[in-house]
């Protein structure tokens, strides 16, 4: 079947300008962009928004990017990483600033969500940038009372390149701690000397360590660059999750 | 760069078919019409790039889905799909 169908005109997600309140550098390649959204309709964990780059000769260029604040939060919170050759990217890191403008659309996406009445566990496993939108569900689940979040275990697998790569380093020790997260890292380059996690790329081991038994029916949501996406899943699907529990979201080759 | 490495999934076509659908479109159930099998529209590669959308069956590798804007709007092939179930309430 092939439809033509009617110019952009009728869209029912229509393009937004948000205004910029804050940009502050979350580590030497991330930043985080806080937003104010007129008419914000409110998101759930996981999802993200669409944001468009306008040039003055009408080039446009557009990306995804997930949203790190839970729907909790009163502001709209993206964070971005610098891809040193990336066309959108430097732009959001290094000139956009407070009282500017950003265009944007959303809240996108109903598969890569999670909420906290759908229940646990919680597997998470990010790599680099991927970490965001797993944040946005631990932020949610940390909103819940102590006994609701006693009944959704949730533990974050996390894959970086550095200890100083660490996206929101602090806050998830916070979550950590106050909010019964099992937090894990694993760091594939330059460890501290000091360092007594992980220091490999996520394997069947580290997956079945802090993972659950198949058998303890966990929810898995698997995000990041392309390779370690596609790795992790089919490493969880052979260890004996339920593939239809398994949830992706490939960032491209960067992520 | 391998083209494994720069595929995305149906995700980020999320925000190209709410252009054209009146709700999320992640979590409709799609029937490749390669090999039949079904996936939600989230789960399926997608070769579009950051502003297109080439969605391929993960299974058979089928191109499920395509759109392509022009200027005189947009064409929607969905020739590889054979069946779509649209949850009734959207997730
Ligand atoms: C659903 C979704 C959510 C996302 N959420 C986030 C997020 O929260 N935070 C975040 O930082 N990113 C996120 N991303 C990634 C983001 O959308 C961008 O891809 C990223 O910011 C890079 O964009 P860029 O314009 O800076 O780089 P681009 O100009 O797109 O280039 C990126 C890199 O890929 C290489 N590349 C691009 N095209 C080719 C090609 N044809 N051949 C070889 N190499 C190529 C470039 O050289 C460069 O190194 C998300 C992606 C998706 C799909
Ligand atoms: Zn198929």
Redesign the pocket.
Same mark, same amino acid.
């Given at each position: 079947m092939t439809a033509e169908l009617p110019a952009a005109t009728a869209s029912r997600l229509d393009w937004h300008v948000a205004s910029v309140t804050d940009v502050r550098r979350e580590t030497a390649r991330?930043c985080s962009i806080v937003l104010d959204v007129p008419q914000w309709p409110g998101h759930r964990a996981g999802q993200?928004v669409d944001?468009r780059l306008v040039a003055d000769d009408g080039y446009q260029?557009q990306?995804?990017?997930?949203?790190?604040s839970p729907p909790e939060d009163a502001s709209l919170v993206?964070?971005?990483?610098?891809?040193?050759?990336?066309?959108?990217?430097?732009?959001?890191c290094d000139v956009l600033q407070a009282h500017d403008g950003l265009e944007l659309r959303g809240p996108?996406?109903g598969y890569?969500v999670w909420d906290i009445a759908e229940g646990g566990p919680l597997l998470l496993v990010a790599g680099?940038?991927?970490v965001?939108?797993l944040a946005a569900m631990l932020r949610h689940r940390a909103h819940a009372a102590a006994s609701v979040r006693a009944s959704v275990p949730a533990h974050l697998l996390y894959s970086a390149r550095t200890w100083d790569d660490i996206i929101y380093r602090d806050d998830l020790e916070q979550l950590a701690k106050f909010s019964d997260v099992t937090v894990a890292f694993t760091i594939t380059r330059e460890a501290p000397s000091d360092w007594r996690g992980y220091r490999r790329r996520i394997d069947r081991a580290m997956l079945e360590e802090i993972g659950w038994p198949p058998s303890a029916t966990p929810r898995a949501y698997v995000?990041g660059p392309t390779p370690l996406v596609e790795s992790v899943a089919t490493l969880l699907v052979e260890i004996g999750h339920d593939p239809a529990r398994v949830r992706t979201?490939?960032?491209?080759?960067?992520? | 760069?391998r083209v494994e490495e720069?595929r995305?999934?149906g =995700?980020?076509a999320?925000g190209a078919l709410r252009e054209i659908f009146a709700h999320d479109m992640t979590t409709a159930l799609v029937t490749c019409a390669g090999c039949a099998r079904a996936s939600p529209m989230g789960v399926l590669m =997608?070769y579009g790039?950051?502003m297109g959308v080439i969605l391929r069956c993960p299974h058979c590798d089928t191109v499920m889905l395509r759109i392509v804007s022009t200027p005189g709007g947009r064409y929607m092939d969905a020739s590889g799909s054979s069946v779509m179930l649209i949850p009734e309430r959207p997730t």
């Open positions: 991330t993200h944001v260029a990306r995804s990017y997930s949203i790190a993206l964070t971005v990483e610098r891809i040193d050759d990336g066309e959108v990217s430097p732009y959001l996108i996406g890569f680099g940038s991927g965001v939108p995000c979201e490939r960032f491209g080759p960067t992520g | 760069m720069m995305l999934d =995700n980020a999320a =997608n790039g950051p």
